[in-house]
């Protein structure tokens, strides 16, 4: 069964930090993996989407990687800034039409 | 496009009653799915959609139906409502490739449903 992890549960970093997000999976049998955002009372933001065939896919000042081998993906988020402050998670499109999500890394941005 | 809407954004049910949450999109995605969000648990999926007509079960089927009559419409019924369907409920929908595999998935607002 796959499983999903995502680690650290909670990061407070300054203003202007580079910083990394890291997703974890058990079985390298995906299709695709998307990243999202969820603002506190509110639903998710598609981020990144990465197909299996990529290593990685950039947005702005955002760059998701890949590797299938080694059951993992990782969210870059460059300067942070206070209004990056939400919840992230990832997503493994796992199987047909089925989506397994982890369980999210809260990041706060201080100003 | 109003993109993935669903109603209502909030809901009190008592044990055993029945209601129905809708969710609708405006995308003509084919992919339709219903998730719950739980502390520590992250987002589960119930039920989803290919196609109208054409339905199957997620990870956490129990308790829920679903129909899809139309390419927009998706809604959930919870039959007999109970304490552990407490939740936060969240509309997702996907073109699909190929035919067979999801792409960008864009979710609802959700829904907040307490049972007492």
Not at chain 1, 92 to 106: C, N, V
Not at chain 2, 52 to 77: C, H, K, M, W
């Amino acid at each position: 069964k796959q499983e999903v992890t995502q680690i650290p549960a909670a990061l407070s970093v300054p203003e202007g930090e580079n910083l990394v997000l890291n997703c974890s999976f058990t079985d390298s049998a995906i299709y695709n993996l998307q990243w999202f955002r969820q603002d506190p009372g509110k639903g998710l933001t598609s981020l990144l989407l990465i197909q299996s065939s990529q290593r990685e896919q950039t947005s702005g000042r955002l760059n998701a990687s890949l590797d299938k081998s080694s059951g993992r993906s990782t969210l870059y988020i460059a300067a942070s800034q206070p209004g990056d402050s939400a919840t992230y998670l990832c997503a493994l499109g796992s199987g047909t039409y089925k989506y397994i999500f982890g369980t999210g890394t809260r990041l706060k941005v201080l100003a | 496009n109003a993109g993935v809407t669903q109603t209502p954004k909030f809901q009190v049910l008592k044990t055993g009653q029945s209601m129905t949450l809708q969710c609708a999109q405006d995308m003509n995605h084919e992919y339709m799915s219903w998730y719950r969000q739980d502390p520590g648990m992250g987002l589960r999926l119930i039920h989803y959609s290919v196609g109208a007509g054409i339905t199957d079960q997620g990870e956490v089927p129990n308790g829920y139906n679903v129909s899809r009559s139309t390419t927009e419409d998706f809604p959930l019924r919870l039959l007999s409502a109970a304490p552990s369907q407490t939740s936060v409920y969240f509309c997702a929908s996907s073109r699909l490739t190929s035919g067979i595999r999801t792409d960008t998935q864009y979710f609802g607002p959700g829904t907040r449903l307490t049972v007492l």
